[in-house]
């Protein structure tokens, strides 16, 4: 069990938006320790999507967008395209396992 | 363009002590930046296990760290890592990454930026 929660599973139509929360707690995100989002696409390496909580890397769509609140954090997707359909994964640090954690995954499908 | 490729001995036997090898091109390892290893298994996602700086100072998830090491190569770019008494448990993909700080505290502040495409280590009699 991740101390980092997504949901396992979402999914939405091409054109649509989605979004992927991320629940810690006061360890972690509610510590204000930055949230990283990763996009693994199947039998592939995970690749970074989104750091410090709302910025994307170079080559990143400007449909993809991060946000924080509280001990919560999540990634929206706006029109939505097959090559979206992947697993996302958050990563932050948690002070009480003084180590970097990751959630457990989301797979996201487009219907 | 930063490249890390991951070699490793695909199948190990339990009790063994395999050594894993990420060859870094495009940057040097001695010159800035934390160099990391991950792991993917189905039954617990995606875990650091250690990191290694620029300097040769390491860091290790507290849970594994009695059984694993983290080393660099400067003269051949390359960092490694080796994990001792492995069980069927250790069955996993490893990934070796950069670990970037941008801003400090580094601990708050972390991401993984470049990631090599991951080795499949099995443990198996």
């Known amino acids: 069990q991740s101390v980092l929660t997504q949901p396992p599973s979402v999914s939405g139509a091409p054109g649509q938006r989605v979004t992927i929360s991320c629940t810690g707690s006061?360890?972690?995100?509610?510590?204000?320790?930055?949230i990283h989002w990763y996009q693994q696409l199947p039998g592939r390496a995970p690749k970074l999507l989104i750091y410090h909580n709302t910025n994307r890397p170079s080559g990143v769509p400007d449909r993809v967008s991060g946000s924080k609140s509280g001990t919560s954090a999540s990634l929206a997707i706006t029109g939505l395209q097959a090559e979206d359909e992947a697993d996302y994964y958050c990563q932050s640090y948690d002070s009480r396992l003084t180590n970097w954690v990751f959630g457990g995954g989301t797979k996201l499908t487009v219907l | 363009q930063l490249q890390l490729q991951e070699s490793g001995p695909g199948l190990v036997k339990p009790s063994e002590t395999p050594s894993l090898t990420c060859t870094v091109s495009?940057?040097?390892?001695?010159?800035?930046?934390?160099w990391a290893w991950i792991r993917q298994s189905p039954g617990k996602g995606l875990e650091w296990i250690a990191n290694?700086?620029?300097?040769?100072?390491?860091s290790y998830n507290p849970s594994l760290k009695s059984r694993v090491n983290i080393s660099m190569d400067t003269s051949k770019n390359q960092f490694s890592l080796r994990l001792t008494s492995v069980t069927a448990a250790d069955t996993a993909v490893y990934y070796c990454?950069?670990?970037?700080?941008?801003?400090?505290?580094?601990?708050?502040?972390?991401?993984?930026?470049?990631w090599g495409q991951g080795t499949l280590v099995t443990v198996s009699s």
């Open positions: 290694v700086d620029y300097t040769g100072y390491t």
């Open positions: 990454a950069r670990q970037i700080c941008t801003s400090h505290p580094c601990y708050a502040k972390f991401y993984f930026d470049s």
């Open positions: 495009g940057a040097s390892i001695s010159s800035g930046h934390y």
């Open positions: 006061s360890s972690n995100i509610g510590a204000g320790y930055d």
